[in-house]
């Protein structure tokens, strides 16, 4: 079964940093791209980043370009976003979710976690 | 970057009925090499992360029940919902992959009349 297990979310003030971590099991990890996509609440999906297999590509929203990294460890099954320099309109519930088909960059998503929440607030 | 705008925000429909959520893109999701359009559908419920649904704008997802169907092609795209059941109580997406980056619609609530 394949399951995906976001943590790392909290309240954390404007300016500062913090890092999601989701834990996957179920599937070869290393044989799929993966991506973090937010909610904010009461609101939309909105996709956030997203990275290869290999680590050889990834790619950022222009809202998170510039404070945002993403990154995995294959050895570990394991998925992370860096987050600086955050904002409150970052607040929102972080979903990781694992590739099923990929594009020339742009994927579907097969499975998603139940999220993590991010509240930035003074 | 490609827009997607779902119609119409929110819909009731009586339990039993057909129920049709349109998606429209800001450009052809439509792949000429393989005459696939790169459209996909989400469910989610309250208090749960989204269900792929459909994906190639019209193949269900394994374990998807057959009352949801996809349809449509280019930038026109139609998620129908037929013999509608209590537990279709969601919110419904559109989401594009035939470009970076992805993008989803704004959503489509669906409750029961």
């Known amino acids: 079964e394949v399951q995906l297990v976001e943590s790392g979310g909290g309240l954390v003030q404007p300016g500062r940093s913090l890092r999601l971590s989701c834990a996957a099991s179920?599937?070869?990890?290393?044989?799929?791209?993966m991506h973090w996509v937010r909610q904010a609440p009461g609101k939309g999906l909105e996709w956030v980043a997203s990275?290869?297999?290999?680590?050889?590509?990834?790619d950022y929203a222009d809202s998170v370009k510039g404070r945002f990294t993403i990154s995995r460890d294959n050895a570990k099954n394991s998925l992370y976003l860096e987050m600086n320099s955050l904002r409150p309109e970052d607040t929102a519930l972080y979903y990781c979710?694992?590739?099923?088909?990929?594009?020339?960059?742009?994927?579907?998503?097969?499975?998603w976690g139940q999220g993590t929440l991010v509240t930035v607030s003074s | 970057d490609i827009v997607m705008t779902q119609s119409p925000d929110s819909l009731a429909v009586s339990l039993g009925e057909r129920a049709t959520i349109n998606c429209k893109s800001s450009?052809?999701?439509?792949?000429?090499?393989?005459?696939?359009?790169?459209l996909a559908w989400y469910q989610q419920k309250p208090g749960q992360p989204p269900k792929l649904l459909i994906y190639?704008?019209?193949a269900r997802e394994s374990g998807v029940p057959d009352r949801f169907s996809g349809s449509g092609s280019g930038t026109d795209f139609t998620l129908t919902i037929n013999n509608l059941q209590a537990e279709d109580v969601a919110v419904y997406y559109c989401?594009?992959?035939?470009?970076?980056?992805?993008?989803f619609g704004q959503g489509t609530r669906l409750e029961i009349k």
């Open positions: 990275i290869t297999w290999n680590s050889g590509s990834v």
């Open positions: 450009q052809s999701l439509l792949y000429s090499f393989n005459k696939k359009n790169f």
């Open positions: 179920g599937f070869t990890f290393d044989d799929y791209a």
């Open positions: 979710a694992k590739a099923k088909y990929c594009s020339t960059g742009a994927c579907y998503f097969d499975y």
């Open positions: 190639w704008a019209s």
């Open positions: 989401q594009q992959y035939y470009s970076a980056p992805p993008a």
